[in-house]
DNA sequence: AGCTCGATTCCCT
DNA sequence: GGGAATCGAGCTA
């Protein structure tokens, strides 16, 4: 298969769980106006449905989350703590709410581009490393939330088959930043040994306001 | 209407 | 390793 062909709308139906390690290695394309940035997928986490307590679905459907319960092949965006964004790749049936966080890539194609979003990268290997940054990196907003992934060339997103990460260079673990019963599950994927993934932070409460 | 805290990043010690 | 920045979704009332 070609490093260069399209992935087409059927990648995303099957589960979420089965998507997600197969997304590594698989460049995204982003077409800004300023032009094209690429990015080889490097780190990803499953989020499971409306049954997953780590999920965004876990309490059903709402305004914010209404791009995971529609069709695969499209963008989840969202706003989180106050400043960033984050992009997931929804996946598997309608209503089954799977998506796929993109969390690191190594930007192949625009860097100067992900450079110019992203002046306190200091290496290339930090464009991308971890979710709000990729988000900046490849310049996403809300405004691309529901997204068709599999629109074709010219759309604000394409996914190209790329080099698939090998099996034996998978790794799996539990999900970053991820609290209580969400964290058990092993559903982080990332490349063994790629200088772009992002370290691993286990949940950490949010300390209370001191009574004084 | 008010409150809490998040699928984070950056800068400081 | 810790705290600040910043806003809004979702819960409680």
């Known amino acids: ?6 992935i087409t709308r059927d990648f995303f139906d099957r589960p979420v769980l089965e ?27 499953a989020y499971n449905g409306p049954t997953d307590p780590g ?26 703590y106050g400043m960033w964004f984050s992009v997931n790749l929804v996946c598997g049936p309608v209503d089954s709410a799977g998506a796929v966080l993109l969390r690191a890539g190594e930007i192949t ?6 450079q110019k979003r ?42 190209l088959a790329g080099e698939p990460a090998r099996a034996d260079r998978i790794r799996t673990g539990p999900r970053t930043g991820v609290s209580g019963d969400g964290a058990v599950h092993p559903w982080r994927f990332w490349i063994e040994g790629d200088p772009t993934v992002s370290p691993y932070r286990a949940h950490t409460p949010r300390r209370r306001q001191p009574s004084i």
Do not use: Q, W
């Open 55 to 80: 999920s965004h679905a876990y309490r059903g459907r709402t305004r914010r989350n209404a791009a995971m319960f529609g069709p695969p092949g499209h963008a989840y965006v969202y706003f989180i």
């Open 1 to 6: 298969m070609p490093h260069r062909t399209p």
């Open 19 to 45: 998507v997600a390690p197969d997304l590594l290695g698989r460049t995204l394309v982003r077409t800004t106006s300023d032009g094209p940035i690429e990015l080889r997928l490097t780190e990803v986490e």
């Open 109 to 114: 194609t625009g860097s100067e581009l992900a």
């Open 118 to 159: 992203r002046p306190t990268a200091r290496k290339e290997s930090e464009l991308a490393k971890g979710p709000a940054r990729l988000a900046t990196a490849l310049d996403i907003d809300r405004t691309l939330d529901g997204s068709d992934i599999c629109a074709g060339p010219g759309a604000p997103f394409e996914l």
